[in-house]
């Protein structure tokens, strides 16, 4: 599965949160940002993955080419 990450811009109480979604958003998680995935992003502010989803848990697995959605 390919999902975006977004990394939020702005936070009122100083925390970078982010989102996890796929296309058709039946995947999404909003959550604070990981140093792991802070890392993954290079410093963008979003960048699609291919993504496993183990339970409730979505993996990165590799950063893929940007989507058009």
Request: charge should be positive.
């Given at each position: 599965?390919?999902?975006k990450v977004q990394v939020s811009l702005f936070s009122t109480d100083g925390t970078k949160r982010m989102l996890i979604y796929n296309e058709d958003r039946s995947t999404f998680f909003e959550g604070e940002l990981t140093q792991e995935v802070r890392k993954a992003m290079d410093g963008?502010?979003?960048a699609y993955f291919e993504a496993k989803l183990i339970d409730t848990k979505v993996n990165l697995i590799k950063k893929v080419a940007p989507q058009d959605w």
């Open positions: 599965m390919i999902v963008q502010p979003k």
